[in-house]
């Protein structure tokens, strides 16, 4: 029950201390975001060496020591007082920050909760300057040029906050997650991280490449794609994991808006709806992305731990981005370049169908035991139908792409193995593998993947050369609908009939779904049409349609592709391999699995103790 309400206060001014502790309660949530607020001063200051000391997990002492512009004597006092900053000055710099800082209240508000004594001086300073929050003027000390921020017993003077931390060790995990951010969007800057005297981490000036290695791990700088494209103002560049680098959790993602570490639902939507296409849904990809953009076009000013952002066209921002990590995606590691060919049209493989054989059962843990069902042709042709409409053409190259059998044609003849990344076969293994022999050596191919990620991709070749079939429906469906939702359907037909969808108000409080897209007949219209007007509000276009569409073509392509114990010939695993060259995303079937791997010789030399 709510405790009785105390006797009515006349209004009255908040004394300066409980002022900043009140801001303090917002900016300084617990010991990592001292250390945030400390290193982006320390940035801002053209710092290029950071050392950061812990101890007790940051609640007992956190110290940071730069060798940045330091503080000219005479500004001192100004720097511990509240709202007062070099770095805004009118509302047109506050509209184009370009600095981490800009608030001014990150010292004040740290200095009302804890013991803070800063430390600094000029490159023309004959000596350092020293102040406390307890203290009047700054007094003369010794130091090297740039500034230490010195934080001790934070929340001495609040109780009932300090309560509320967690461990000490839990406490210095979110201070070193936050160094790592940092560290991660500067390899042009030091960093030293020590806790309780021991020194945990150190990067030394390094480039992108081998700071993320450094943080991130072997595992993730042996499996990702250099990204970098611009477009317009904006420029998006850094690393995307391939699917075999995701995780179980959300803890290897790191996205910056102009340097700042950021956790943006519309930026984290976009990278994931790139990845739904190769990666499994209860994984989570691992990326280290930047992007660039006129300081004008993004608002950074929304949240007080300025963890958040808005983007002045979000629709456009979201579009960029997904697209970007979309064709990075589409790379596969086969090319010599990095590059994909062209891919070929649906029935353009380079086989054409035979009588098919039987699959039969693979009984082995962890292999393919289902056999292909019985008149899968047909049944492709029939997706043709419902998704082509009437066009015997689109059917037709359905039935070409989905038989099992194949045969090479003349084009598949092997004419040199540095035109073929993925090399010549040799054999085939248990009737799973196929080993093939290139200029680096062995590669094995998971054929069942590899042949279902090719089919995949053609069966949506095929379908995206066609428009989108609308299925009227003979009964309206109507449902409830709140505010948002009618003003989105009248704000958007245009999008919404691009996508296949007639949704009208009947009511300022009723929708009606008149038609879906042929595709999803068989979906429910109502939560279908909600999860489209979601979507098309906040994302300027609905990834439902694509996402349902894909994850049936995902089912047709698994059961089309060829099966374990499927016998192939040399010149079959030849013209799988080609295709493999000639497909995007070939690296990993649709499901997020490897379709192939890489063993060099000195791989097999150490297997052997060859030349030891």
């Keep these: 029950m709510n405790s009785p309400l105390t006797a009515p206060r006349s209004i009255a001014a908040l004394p300066d201390q409980l002022i900043s502790q009140i801001a303090a309660g917002e900016v300084v949530e617990r010991p990592s975001a001292v250390v945030k607020e400390l290193l982006e001063n320390a940035l801002d200051a053209g710092a290029t060496q950071i050392t950061i000391r812990l101890e007790q997990g940051g609640i007992k002492r ?108 839990t406490e210095y995990g979110h201070c070193a997650e936050v160094v790592r951010r940092i560290a991660l969007s500067r390899p042009d800057v030091a960093f030293s991280l020590t806790h309780n005297g021991k020194t945990v981490d150190h990067w030394t000036l390094a480039d992108m490449d081998r700071r993320s290695a450094h943080i991130l791990g072997s595992d993730f700088s042996a499996a990702r794609l250099s990204l970098d494209e611009a477009a317009g103002p904006l420029r998006l560049h850094g690393y995307a994991g391939l699917p075999t680098a995701s995780r179980g959790r959300a803890d ?113 843990q962890g292999s393919f035991s289902q056999q292909a069902e019985p008149g899968i042709a047909q049944n492709s042709a029939r997706y043709g139908a419902l998704f082509g409409g009437a066009s015997g053409d689109s059917n037709e190259a359905f039935e070409q792409v989905a038989v099992a059998g194949w045969q ?115 979906a429910d219209a109502q939560s279908l049409a909600r999860d489209v007007l979601r979507d098309v509000r906040e994302f300027g276009g609905s990834r439902v349609l694509l996402e349902r569409r894909n994850e049936l073509l995902g089912t047709l392509a698994c059961h089309t592709a060829v099966r374990a114990n499927r016998i192939l010939t040399l010149p079959e695993m030849n013209a799988l391999l080609r295709q493999m060259e000639a497909t995007e995303r070939a690296d990993q079937c649709n499901h997020g699995r490897p379709t192939w791997v890489q063993m060099a010789l000195s791989d097999l030399d150490r297997l052997f103790q060859r030349g030891q």
């Design 62 to 169: 956190i110290a940071i020591t730069d060798n940045g512009r330091g503080i000219p004597a005479d500004e001192i006092p100004l720097a511990l007082a509240r709202h007062a900053t070099s770095k805004i000055a009118s509302l047109s710099d506050l509209e184009n920050v370009a600095t981490l800082g800009f608030r001014g209240e990150a010292l004040a508000s740290i200095a009302s909760v804890a013991q803070l004594t800063l430390t600094t001086r000029t490159a023309t300073a004959a000596h350092a300057w020293e102040m406390s929050g307890s203290q009047p003027a700054p007094v003369p000390s010794s130091g090297a040029p740039g500034t230490t921020i010195d934080v001790q017993d934070l929340y001495y003077n609040t109780p009932a906050r300090r309560k509320f931390l967690k461990s000490d060790q």
């Design 252 to 364: 290897a993602q790191y996205f910056y808006v102009n340097g700042r570490f950021v956790r943006d639902k519309l930026l984290t939507h976009a990278v994931r709806s790139a990845y739904q296409d190769v990666l499994h849904g209860d994984r989570y990809p691992s990326y280290v992305l930047a992007l660039d953009l006129d300081p004008a076009l993004v608002d950074v000013n929304v949240h007080p731990s300025k963890i958040e952002v808005r983007f002045r066209d979000s629709r456009a921002v979201h579009q960029f981005v997904f697209h970007a990590v979309t064709r990075a995606l589409s790379q596969t590691s086969a090319t010599a370049d990095g590059m994909v060919p062209a891919p070929q049209a649906a029935g353009a493989m380079p086989w054409h169908s035979t009588q098919q054989t039987p699959a039969q059962p693979y009984t082995r």
């Design 408 to 522: 090479p044609s003349p084009s598949a003849a092997p004419s040199g193995t540095a035109e073929f990344p993925l090399g010549f076969a040799l054999a085939q293994l248990q009737g799973i593998y196929i080993l093939a022999q290139n200029l680096t050596g062995l590669v094995l191919v998971d054929m069942h993947a590899a042949h279902e990620r090719i089919l995949y991709e053609q069966f949506k070749t095929a379908l995206d050369t066609d428009a989108v079939v609308v299925q009227p429906l003979l009964i309206p469906v109507t449902f409830h609908a709140d505010a948002i939702e009618v003003g989105t359907t009248a704000e958007n037909q245009a999008t919404l009939a691009a996508l296949g969808f007639d949704i009208t108000a009947l009511s300022p409080t009723t929708l009606a779904v008149r038609a879906i897209p042929a595709l999803l007949k068989n």
